[in-house]
């Protein structure tokens, strides 16, 4: 499904991923943990085409093809999502106006007519109840006066209704109270997959009791420093990150 | 003669068409058109000069010698195109190059009680009424325009509207210029009497050749009337559009704008209110410019007694070499405590050549109230079109789903559903609305 190969990316003149690592597999859920300002977001940021970062050296490859090539949107209607840390408000566009606007792109793409009008607003419904949001969402402003709970909240709705096939969580359970982590958890379960993919980046072992890894990752200045399975989470969780960097160094 | 003076090649010209003009046997009317046209002949059109005009140039207006229409001369109008202007349920009066036309009006069951009347008539039948109220909210001697209006008027409206009457249906003023070379000059009076409500649209429409369409609007509200006025200016693209609306407004009254400047290549608008006691205004506005069009709003609110209420939200969106113009004074006078005043301008910039002169500017000798004001000019926002980006929308269609979002905040403000559809129709026709998908919205 992904596979990144000795990625380096700069903001400006700064180094911040220094020779980054990693291969998901279709169906596989990855856990990346580590430090603040260890460059997570910038990977999620430059796998989704963000610009303001500079890659000088490194492939990355997404169902065979070149990712780094694609602009933003292509690679959003080629299946990768992001459901960032920090949801972007854009008054005066609706919820569900931009949802349906993205999904008309996806079948536009895959060579599918536009979605009926009755039969979108059943899944958004739908998707809503999973959620357990309250539809008033829906014709509300993208994000805008959202808590940020409900922001992460709207996040993975979208991602229901998209289906992606690389789901990226950017820190979607961050300040999410533990009803609210479990409905989150149950959406993005709802949604697993052998065909999907997930690369969950947090900071809470907590998320993982409730969306089961397959793999947990540490990055740490820029780079994989160590790769396991949940129980490396539960162990960074009692250590500390400290643990690893000393073990690497 | 000294640097200041001008000599404006109008009041010659317009001289000739003076007997013409109605309300000629009125004697005050007589009297003010004489003071306003030595008004006019001593200072011309406003110049730069003047603090008011500082960015806005009609020298070009002065050049072209714009001629009045005589109502004999109204010829090739396409009705059907007219018709798609008009509400479905609005009573309406049609003023062609400046001159009613009573075939295209409606005024089908208007309650007795009201008048509504095309302004010549009205100098004939009600002259005595519309005395007090000419010339009352503005004078000759603000400026230029004023000052022509009121010395060569050709026609307008007449509204007035009883204590405690509520019209049931809007009223719609329809300006259409039919040719080239033509100056529409009309002059309109609304007169709400205690608790008395409307809702009236001034819509104006023309060729697409050069002309000048200039309306100078009087509204008196009397205590606690309440009226909302529309305004949805889409001159041709050469057209040189001036409009003023100088409102009074008794205690406790209401009064509520929405502008819509679309068209033009020049467009001015004034829109000035006295508040007085408890007296609450709304001044909305959106401004659309593209080419190279030029779109100036100049507000001033006028707070002179306690708790009096101002909003006001100007938007602006220019594209290409468009420039448009903000100057919103506020004043509150020094008895005005407990004003309550807001006055923002927001400006969208899509192209590096647009621009924009906002000037809020605040005067406030009252010491117990609240003011506040904001402005901002700018682009779009980069992380919103990443975000729309990343939701599979193409750049394109992520920067106009933006502007169309910015810009629609003010369409949605509209009580009418008709003209909703209008403004909206409007807004997706002038504006990049490409991948915005109508059915949706
Ligand atoms: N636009 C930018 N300009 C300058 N520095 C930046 C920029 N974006 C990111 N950085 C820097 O890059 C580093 C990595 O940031 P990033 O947001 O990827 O960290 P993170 O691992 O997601 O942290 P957190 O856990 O706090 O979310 C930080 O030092 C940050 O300050
Ligand atoms: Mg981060």
């Not at chain 1, 569900?96 to 979108?120: C, Q, S, T, W």
């Not at chain 2, 009573?91 to 309650?111: E, I, K, N, Q, R």
């Not at chain 2, 809702?199 to 509204?219: I, P, Q, R």
Request: net charge negative.
């Amino acid at each position: 499904m992904l596979s990144i190969e000795n990625l380096h990316v700069n903001v400006g003149d700064k180094p911040i991923l220094k020779g980054l690592n990693l291969q998901i597999k279709a169906g596989e859920v990855h856990a990346i943990m580590g430090p603040n300002g260890a460059g997570k977001s910038t990977l999620s940021h430059v796998l989704s085409g963000k610009s303001g970062y500079t890659v000088t050296a490194g492939n990355v490859t997404y169902q065979g093809e070149n990712l780094l090539d694609l602009e933003p949107d292509e690679r959003a209607r080629k299946g990768v999502f992001l459901a960032f840390q920090y949801p972007v408000e854009i008054p005066g566009v609706s919820n569900i106006y931009l949802m349906k606007a993205a999904l008309n792109a996806i079948r536009k793409h895959k060579g599918l007519p536009e979605v009926d009008a009755m039969d979108f607003l059943t899944l958004v419904k739908d998707k809503v109840k999973l959620l357990e949001m309250d539809e008033k969402f829906l014709y509300r402003s993208v994000n805008e006066g959202f808590s940020g709970g409900e922001k992460k909240r709207n996040e993975i709705l979208q991602a229901a209704i998209l289906e992606p096939s690389l789901c990226i969580l950017d820190e979607t359970d961050s300040g999410l109270d533990i009803d609210a982590l479990k409905v989150v958890a149950a959406g993005v379960n709802s949604l697993r997959a052998e065909d999907r993919s997930f690369l969950m980046i947090t900071h809470y072992q907590r998320l993982l009791d409730y969306i089961k890894p397959d793999i947990v990752h540490v990055l740490a200045d820029g780079k994989i420093v160590k790769s396991g399975g949940p129980e490396l989470a539960l162990e960074l969780e009692a250590k500390g990150y400290r643990w690893v960097e000393e073990q690497v160094a | 003669m000294s640097a200041d003076q001008i000599i404006s090649q109008y009041p010659a010209e317009y001289a000739k068409f003076a007997d013409a003009l109605p309300g000629q046997s009125v004697a005050w009317l007589r009297l003010l058109r004489q003071d306003a046209a030595q008004q006019f002949s001593a200072h011309g059109f406003p110049s730069l000069r003047e603090e008011a005009w500082r960015y806005t140039n009609v020298s070009a207006i002065e050049k072209k010698l714009f001629s009045p229409a005589t109502s004999t001369e109204i010829g090739a109008i396409d009705i059907d195109s007219l018709n798609q202007h008009l509400l479905a349920d609005a009573w309406s009066v049609v003023l062609v190059d400046g001159h009613f036309s009573a075939s295209l009006s409606m005024l089908d069951g208007v309650p007795d009680s009201v008048t509504v009347m095309n302004m010549a008539n009205a100098l004939e039948q009600k002259a005595e009424l519309l005395e007090s109220y000419f010339s009352q909210a503005v004078a000759a001697k603000e400026h230029g325009f004023v000052a022509f209006n009121t010395a060569w008027f050709s026609d307008g409206l007449f509204l007035h509207v009883p204590a405690k009457q509520v019209l049931t249906r809007p009223i719609q003023i329809l300006h259409v210029v039919t040719q080239a070379g033509f100056m529409a000059n009309t002059r309109d009076i609304i007169v709400l009497e205690e608790s008395a409500e409307a809702k009236v649209l001034e819509t104006f429409v023309g060729c697409e050749e050069a002309y000048c369409s200039a309306a100078v609007m009087e509204v008196s509200l009397a205590q606690n009337a309440d009226l909302t006025l529309y305004k949805l200016q889409m001159e041709g693209e050469k057209a040189y559009h001036f409009g003023g609306t100088y409102v009074k407004q008794a205690r406790d009254s209401r009064f509520t704008h929405h502008n819509f400047a679309f068209g033009g290549l020049l467009a001015r608008n004034d829109i000035h209110t006295d508040l007085n006691q408890a007296a609450e205004c709304d001044l909305n506005g959106l401004y659309l410019g593209v080419k190279r069009q030029h779109i100036d709003n100049h507000t001033r609110i006028n707070h002179l007694q306690p708790h009096a209420i101002s909003h006001e939200l100007y938007k602006g969106v220019l594209n290409q070499r468009a420039k448009g113009v903000f100057q919103g004074r506020v004043l509150v006078a020094e008895q005005a405590q407990k004003t309550d005043s807001m006055m923002n301008n927001r400006n969208l910039l899509l192209s590096d050549d647009a621009e924009v002169d906002t000037k809020p500017q605040l005067e406030i000798y009252a010491d117990d109230v609240k003011c506040a004001h904001g402005v901002t000019v700018g682009q779009l926002d980069e992380q919103s079109i990443f975000y729309l980006q990343s939701r599979c929308v193409d750049k394109q269609t992520a920067r106009n789903m933006l502007t169309f979002a910015f810009a629609n905040e003010m369409v949605e403000k509209i009580k009418l559903a008709d003209l909703h559809d209008q403004v909206l129709e409007q807004l997706l026709i002038r504006f990049p609305q490409v991948g915005i998908q109508h059915n949706w919205l």
